[in-house]
């Protein structure tokens, strides 16, 4: 395992992350859970993204049980609030009120004293940007945060959620981003201003959910087992953007690259989003641990630039790039 900087801040991160996003509190049991993350560790990886929200608090809870007895200080955790984790006004969003409960519910449930990295989900438009940095920086000087960071905010956004946490006396240091060989939307303008103010990318869905690995075959009826694009009855969700035929036809022609770089269809992939300097780490997902025993395969690969540039080549104009697309949750015209 590779280790890199999270930004210009002080602080390593393994540049694969282990997330759990649909997988622990929701997927999988707890056993199954603690075997994942046991993997993880057992390979180099020290760094876990989740978040409040996921599994309604559960995934967090899971995270921490499977953690219990880790030296805490060789870890990296990290959590975020935003969405909603109950059914009262207040159970959501970035208000003061929201992020001060958030984290001490979190730590509770993460069984550790502080994480080292707290993250707003999204943006939030119905509370000043004021009160919701002004909460973060409380929560660093009080020590239950080393940093902050965000996910999916705009360049617009990201800039003055820097100003301020420079003006409060804190590190705003990391942007949470989705990015893959599909989905670029941040390469023309979030990567470039995140290198001129000193963030890193901890990106995730870096196997497009699945969908890099070349498990969906184009024209598939039936959905693979476990699948999350799958239907009730067991079809394939085609209406989403990835799983268009000509997209899956293009991410079939992959195939031959990653076994040029020598690496598994979703290897190949983490590898790809590793090659761009700005990205801190990728976070993978697993509902077993040989998912993961692959995934690692990635880290510390350099891939030759020809073969970088046939998989552009190949990809063509299935790839999403506009800027605009960066996702501002519920974002305001």
């Known amino acids: 395992m590779e280790y890199r900087k999270l930004g210009t801040s002080g602080m390593y991160v393994s540049e ?18 603690t075997a994942c993350v046991r993997t993880a560790l057992d390979l180099g990886i020290t760094t876990f993204d989740t978040a409040d929200a996921y599994a309604g608090t559960r995934a967090e809870s899971a995270l921490g049980e499977a953690l219990a ?33 958030s984290i001490n519910g979190s730590l509770r449930r993460l069984r550790t004293d502080y994480v080292d990295l707290y993250q707003a989900h999204r943006y939030d438009y119905e509370t000043p940007l004021e009160e919701t940095m002004q909460a973060f920086a409380d929560i660093v000087h009080a020590g239950k945060a080393h940093y902050i960071g965000v996910s999916e905010w705009t360049p617009d956004e990201i800039r003055a959620g820097h100003e301020l946490a420079t003006e409060l006396n804190i590190r705003l240091v990391s942007n949470q981003p989705q990015y893959n060989m599909l989905w670029r939307v941040i390469e023309a ?63 079939q022609a992959l195939r031959p690259l990653a ?3 020598g690496l598994s269809m979703a290897a190949f ?34 891939l030759d630039p020809a073969l970088l540039a046939k998989a552009d080549e190949v990809l063509g104009d299935v790839v999403e790039r506009d800027p605009s697309k960066v996702e501002s949750f519920l974002k305001r015209a």
């Open 269 to 302: 992939a983490v590898a790809w989003v590793l090659q761009n300097k700005n990205v801190s780490a990728a976070i993978i997902g697993a509902s077993k641990p040989e998912q993961i025993k692959d995934n690692v395969t990635a880290s510390g690969v350099a």
């Open 69 to 101: 007895g880790v030296r805490r200080e060789g870890l990296e955790i990290f959590t975020k609030v935003y969405f909603p984790t109950g059914e009262g006004k207040n159970d959501r969003g970035l208000s003061r009120k929201h992020i001060m409960e």
């Open 189 to 251: 303008e979030v990567v470039p201003l995140s290198e001129e103010l000193g963030l890193g990318q901890i990106v995730w869905s870096p196997i497009a959910q699945g969908v890099l690995t070349g498990k969906y075959q184009p024209g598939a009826q039936t959905a693979p087992a476990d699948s999350r694009f799958s239907t009730a009855e067991g079809t394939v969700k085609a209406d989403h953007r990835y799983l268009q035929d000509t997209v899956l036809e293009r991410v």
């Open 259 to 261: 076994e040029e770089s």
């Open 16 to 33: 694969i992350a282990y997330g759990n996003w649909v997988t622990h509190g929701d997927q999988i049991d707890q056993e199954t859970a």
